[in-house]
């Protein structure tokens, strides 16, 4: 399974830009994810980046096999995403690989300033099947 730690930088950046989206300030859309540890049942959040594709919002984990997606399986693909005081529950449904391209390449497109390190060169030009063969270490969430 694919997994990228944030690295220093990341995580200092994580943090800020988690603590502002605590207060309510959202940078370029941000939000945090809030999904219940697996183990220890206490509320847990990570900034994430939502997008919208034809009317539906998904998550990416631009690192893979992260906490959150694993908290979030495990959890029955329940969570909250916030914004401040805001909370918006939301139902999750992993995607198959094969359904992930075309979100990918949007995700890239929009989001590629900030995770395009993670992609391995890779983005929203890049062919379905160069998205295909690196789908499996990119969890994709449709919300509900």
């Not at 809030?34 to 847990?44: F, P, Y």
């Not at 918006?88 to 992930?100: Q, Y």
């Amino acid at each position: 399974m694919r997994y990228v730690e944030a690295g220093r930088t990341g995580n200092v950046f994580n943090s800020f830009v988690g603590w502002l989206t605590g207060r309510g300030v959202s940078l370029w859309g941000a939000n945090l994810v809030a999904v219940r540890g697996r183990k220890s049942g206490e509320w847990r959040t990570n900034p994430v980046n939502p997008l919208t594709v034809d009317g539906e919002r998904y998550l990416v984990a631009p690192r893979g096999h992260t906490q959150w997606v694993r908290n979030l399986r495990a959890a029955g693909g329940h969570g909250e995403l916030r914004l401040g005081r805001k909370s918006t529950p939301f139902g999750a449904v992993e995607l198959a690989d094969e359904e992930k391209p075309d979100i990918l390449r949007a995700y890239l497109k929009r989001w590629k300033f900030e995770v395009g390190i993670f992609f391995d060169g890779l983005d929203h030009t890049s062919s379905d099947e160069e998205l295909l063969r690196v789908a499996e270490g990119y969890p994709v969430f449709r919300l509900s």
